[in-house]
């Protein structure tokens, strides 16, 4: 009897041992195969940029940094901002985009642009975390010279960013969920882009800004709503959010975040779409109005 009671927390020790053991192995093989994932070289071959320098693709390359949201992660001044830092999770600086000191523009070629927007690599062909160049996809060449152009001239900012870190949370995101924590890997390296659409009020050139602007990232592929960060994206489809709404409304919402009947929209819908042209916004409404329906997500 006595003995068998000894027995038994000598069992349950063996027991948590064996416990520890395995989620040390586990945790092990995660930090080694997201290890080998945040360092896996991608041999990309990128074209040189002819960067614009008239005055006209300044103003056009401002517009476009707008719209697809550069400010918005890489800060007002594009000399950087911390976008996510959190505990065991993640730290996350989008870096100084500038030509001040710990700022990429004077150190990138026009090449290294193109790696990093479109395929979302650092210039020795490392992965960059959480920049969406996956979203990027169908932007042109012009338009991206166009905001190197506008990048180049802003006042340069002397700011340094220590590398980003993936932790213990980020890299089980990494094996366990279908977030696109490095968008290289979503990216097809390979492939060569379609050139956009002409600029015109058309069903085609708003399908082409509502992916290149990454109207989908929140609003879903569908556009059916719901993703993105808290109360998610509305649903933009005939018959959702926008039921009975004309062009003026959808404008008007877009430039100043008012709805009809006078709410204003989360600060989680980037109010820096209030900078897109008549023309797109037409273009963007009649591609609205052109996709089936669906539910809300
Ligand atoms: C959703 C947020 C987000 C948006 C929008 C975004 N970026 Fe980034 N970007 C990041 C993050 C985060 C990093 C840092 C990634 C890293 O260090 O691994 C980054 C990195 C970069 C880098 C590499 C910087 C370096 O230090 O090597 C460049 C270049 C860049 N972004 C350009 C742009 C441009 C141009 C735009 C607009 C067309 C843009 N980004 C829009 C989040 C964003
Ligand atoms: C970073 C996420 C994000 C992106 C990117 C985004 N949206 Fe939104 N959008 C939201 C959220 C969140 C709401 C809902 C706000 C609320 O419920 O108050 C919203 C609401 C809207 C509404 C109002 C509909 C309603 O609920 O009445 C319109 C119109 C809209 N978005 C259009 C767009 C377009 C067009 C684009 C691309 C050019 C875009 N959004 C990109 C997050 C986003």
Known sequence: MDGKRRRWPRILGLFSAGLVAIAAIGVAALYLSTNARLERVYPVEVRALAIPRSAEAVERGRHLARIYLCQDCHGEDLGGRVVADIPLTAYLPAGNLTRGRGGVAARYASGDWVRAVLHGLRPDGRPLVFMPSHQMQRMSDDDLAAMVAFIDQVAPVDRSWPPAVVKFGGRLAMVATTQTVLPAERIDHAASRRPPPAASASVAYGEHLA?????????????????????????????????????????????TGRRPDGSTLAASMPRDFGSLTDLELSALWLYFESVPPKASH
């Not at 592929?221 to 062009?247: I, Q």
Request: aromatic share 4%.
């Open 211 to 255: 992916t290149a602007t990454g109207c989908r990232s929140c609003h879903r592929l569908d556009l059916s709503g719901g993703a993105g960060p808290p109360p998610g994206g509305s649903n933009l489809t005939p018959g959702g959010a926008m039921k009975g709404w004309s062009e003026a409304d959808f404008v008007r919402v877009m430039r």
